[in-house]
């Protein structure tokens, strides 16, 4: 049976790839570069957790390139690869929660106006999200979330306040990136839902050329 007009037949190897400009991708990869700067300057480099944190940051950018990539001849992988990212970033997000919770310094609640603040600055490199670190930290017109202690007697802020100001930051950003992933995943479930996986492109394909014969 010919293709019909204006009808192109479908390809074998889907398009994939393209990872870079996906904004979870892109998102995932700021949170690596903010991680690294973190563990370098708050977490002892000889200790397991610094690993494990660079390590499940590393994880979220690589699993979705590799699934990105590999949706080529597997939805599947995909699939189960972007869900490996989202699962590293929630690692990481304990992680960040943990050294908070260890150290007595609060953890942003989800609507301080101060997440929101760095969401809508979209920063897009580590340095950025530093810059905003420094300037949010020593803003006096930003309200934390709970009562602030009787102040020092020095007006400047105590050197102690930035690993809070980084970690809530890099929260932030692990918020956006998990956020963008849930709906990653929810999209490529129903693309296997309703296309299905590698096998059903090619039994498609393999009727068409018979037809088309």
């Given at each position: 049976?010919?293709?019909p007009?204006?009808?192109?037949?479908?390809?074998l190897i889907?398009?994939?790839?393209?990872?870079?400009k996906?904004?979870?991708?892109?998102?995932?990869?700021?949170?690596?570069?903010?991680t690294?700067?973190?563990?370098?300057?708050?977490?002892?480099?000889?200790?397991?957790?610094h690993?494990q944190?660079?390590?499940?940051?590393?994880s979220?950018?690589?699993n979705?390139?590799?699934?990105?990539?590999?949706?080529?001849?597997?939805?599947?992988?995909?699939?189960?690869?972007?869900?490996v990212?989202?699962?590293?970033?929630?690692?990481?997000?304990?992680?960040?929660?943990?050294f908070?919770?260890?150290?007595?310094?609060?953890?942003?609640?989800?609507?301080?106006?101060r997440?929101?603040?760095?969401?809508?600055?979209r920063?897009?490199?580590?340095?950025?999200?530093?810059?905003?670190v420094?300037?949010?930290?020593s803003d006096?017109?930003?309200?934390?979330?709970?009562?602030p202690?009787?102040?020092?007697?020095s007006?400047?802020?105590?050197?102690s306040t930035?690993p809070e100001?980084?970690?809530?930051?890099?929260?932030?950003?692990?918020?956006?990136?998990?956020?963008?992933?849930?709906?990653?995943?929810?999209?490529?479930?129903?693309?296997?839902?309703e296309?299905?996986?590698?096998?059903e492109?090619?039994?498609?394909?393999?009727?068409?050329?018979?037809?088309?014969?």
């Open positions: 049976m010919p293709t007009q204006n009808s192109q037949p479908e390809p889907g398009k994939h790839g393209g990872y870079r996906l904004k979870s991708f892109q998102v995932a990869q700021l949170v690596y570069d903010v690294v700067r973190f563990c370098a300057r708050y977490i002892d480099p000889r200790s397991r957790t690993d944190m660079v390590q499940a940051a590393r979220g950018v690589q979705i390139a590799e699934g990105s990539q590999a949706s080529a001849t597997s939805k599947k992988t995909e699939l189960k690869l972007t869900n990212a989202r699962a590293s970033l929630e690692e990481l997000r304990l992680d960040y929660e943990d908070l919770r260890q150290r007595g310094l609060p953890l942003w609640p989800r609507d301080d106006p997440r929101a603040a760095l969401i809508a600055r920063c897009t490199t580590a340095d950025q999200v530093a810059l905003w420094r300037e949010v930290r006096e017109r930003v309200t934390p979330p709970t009562p202690t009787p102040p020092a007697p007006t400047a802020p105590t050197p930035y100001f980084a970690a809530n930051a890099a929260l932030a950003l692990i918020a956006v990136a998990s956020a963008l992933l849930d709906r990653q995943i929810a999209s490529q479930a129903r693309a296997f839902e296309e299905g996986g590698f096998t492109r090619l039994y498609r394909v393999r009727t068409a050329c018979k037809r088309q014969q």
